[in-house]
């Protein structure tokens, strides 16, 4: 059997929308799995010297865990890698590899799973459930618990077709998700709880219905000031772009920077040495695998 999956990039906490809004970007990892081919695991592009070891490969492990829980066995398989999506840069490059070994896992096993099913799996494995809800349906991802639920529920909205993402990302910084958690703090003040909430509705209006407000949307007092710090080179520039007047937010825990044109004759700058800039298209339609 011969199975291709591809996962598209996400940019979550969008501002405010802090662990609950996550955008899919159109820059895609694609996984080629074949149980036809001598076992093995290459990898090629972003991280292909550091994602080489199948034991601790997500995508392996992800395919391995459902099997065990269904009680069943997976042949050997050989899996390529073509990584697009920046390792450790905020732009969900774990997420893809979980949610494509969920893909992979149900066409190999021969099951199934709705969407609520993969999100909970997904948010398991990986930890981040606003970005495989993005990664799972496209477009923009509002991910949020219902009373008693156990696991997270996602809604897909629609982006405004005129969303021009443009992302930043620093070739000389990194920051790890468990360095992100262990900089917020442990609790915060009514105003800011208020706050939050009130711009966290204003940037779902603004994704969807109202571009023009994505620069005071995407203000953000409850994670970004923590956590920018530990990447002094996208603070700097965070600072300046939103004093230049560019509606800008870190992509995830960072530190990458999500930034949106919005005057044609006044695009984002290029910074030159040092950075890398992208300028995917918002992606619409969400992970998939097709056999053959």
């Known amino acids: 059997m011969k199975l ?6 996400t940019a979550a906490n969008l501002g405010p929308g802090f662990d609950c809004l996550a955008l899919a970007l159109d820059l895609w990892n694609e996984f080629e799995l074949d149980t036809g081919a001598e076992p093995g695991l290459e990898v090629h592009g972003e991280g292909a010297t550091e994602l080489a070891d199948p ?4 995508v392996v492990s992800t395919i391995r865990q459902l099997a065990e829980q269904r009680g069943a066995d997976v042949p050997p398989f050989r899996l ?3 990584n697009r999506v ?10 893809s590899a979980a949610v494509a070994g969920i893909l992979l896992a149900e066409r190999l096993l021969g099951v199934e799973a709705t969407l609520p099913e993969r999100l909970a799996l997904a948010a398991e494995i990986e930890g981040h459930p606003d970005n495989a809800a993005a990664c799972l349906t496209g477009g923009l991802a509002l991910v949020h618990r219902p009373p008693a639920a156990e696991a997270p529920h996602a809604v897909r909205l629609e982006p405004h077709a005129e969303l021009k993402p443009v992302v930043l990302v620093p ?4 920051v790890s998700t468990e360095a992100a958690r262990r900089a917020l703090p442990a609790s915060v003040s009514m105003d800011v709880a208020v706050t939050t ?6 940037a779902v209006v603004a994704l969807t219905w109202r571009p023009d407000l994505l620069g005071d949307a995407l203000v953000d007092e409850l994670h970004e000031p923590f956590r920018l710090p530990l990447a002094p080179g996208a603070a700097a520039l965070h600072a300046r772009l939103r004093a230049e007047g560019f509606p800008v937010c870190v992509a995830g825990s960072g530190p990458s920077l999500l930034v949106f044109d919005q005057d044609p004759g006044r695009p984002v700058p290029d910074l030159g040495e040092g950075w890398r800039m992208l300028r995917p ?3 619409l339609r969400g992970a998939s695998v097709e056999e053959g």
Do not use: D, I, K, M
């Open 281 to 283: 298209a918002v992606a």
């Open 80 to 82: 390529r890698c073509t």
């Open 86 to 95: 920046p390792l450790a840069r905020g732009l969900g490059s774990s997420a």
């Open 197 to 202: 909430l009130s711009r966290a509705a204003l």
């Open 4 to 9: 291709q999956a591809t996962a598209p990039a």
């Open 171 to 174: 070739e000389s910084e990194r």
């Open 55 to 58: 034991s601790t490969h997500l």
